[in-house]
């Protein structure tokens, strides 16, 4: 029977089976399938186009990953978390190394990415532009002091989330200027702010170059930076941001 389904009949298979199990069984049918045979584990992660992974943060996971990244050439949708058992301490350069892995194991199919480690560096951004190219939902954490020209890199995207954290190495040898200014109007749509203080003056660069956004979340925000103005939102999300919410109601008029 095996030898009568062709490949491409297979992949198409794999691809309407659930990744999450059901109620009634302790495993998917979605991982019941890759131990049929090898022939059958190397579709069905070729024919993957949607990942989630816990990751303990540990240096060999940076190789492992790659290696395991290698096995899947047809992602559109690639999540990275660290795993809540362990405990975290990690560096920008160790995210910085998962973000470059990234860069190198996918390519333009990436279309979301949400990589819910630490901060990092405006140079692993800047290669994973380069890298993936069609990106249209980004979530990341990056330091202070906030330098987000890099965002202009990403001209298809659609989606923004942006945790903002203390990291004063994270930004001390990129040798960007904090004051250049986005050429290009972006595209963002959408866009989630969290952990935004008033003096986080590089969200500017955003409410300036963003004419089309239409849905604004900001959580745990004290601040919104130098926004001067918030017209043309369709939809806006305060969470946890008692101090400014009379702030950004005066700067939506």
Known sequence: MDAVLCDELLQEIFTR??????????????????????????????S???????????NSVV????????????LSSLSLAFSSSEPITTTTSFCDSLLLVVSSS?????????????????????SLSRACNSLTSITVSVSRPLFLN????????KELSLYACDDFDCYRETGLRLS????????????????????????????RSCKRLKKLQLKSCSGIGDGKCLQGLLEVE?????????????KLG
């Open 63 to 74: 190789s492992s990953l790659s290696s395991f990244l290698s096995h899947y050439p047809s």
């Open 180 to 207: 250049e200014e986005i050429d290009a109007e972006l595209g963002l749509e959408s866009l989630s702010l969290s952990g935004i203080r008033s003096d986080d003056f590089g969200v500017g660069l955003l409410w």
């Open 150 to 157: 890099w965002v202009a890199s990403f001209s298809c995207l």
């Open 17 to 46: 089976l659930p990744a999450k199990p059901s109620s009634s069984s302790s495993s998917s049918s979605s991982l019941s399938v890759c131990l049929v045979s090898k022939r059958w584990l190397h579709l069905y992660r070729t």
């Open 238 to 250: 305060l969470r946890t941001c008692r101090s400014i919410v009379d702030v950004v109601l005066l």
């Open 106 to 126: 996918c390519n333009s199919k990436l279309k979301l990415l949400r990589f819910l480690g630490g901060p990092v560096s405006v140079n692993s951004l800047l």
């Open 48 to 58: 993957r186009t949607s990942l989630s992974l816990k990751l303990i943060p540990h």
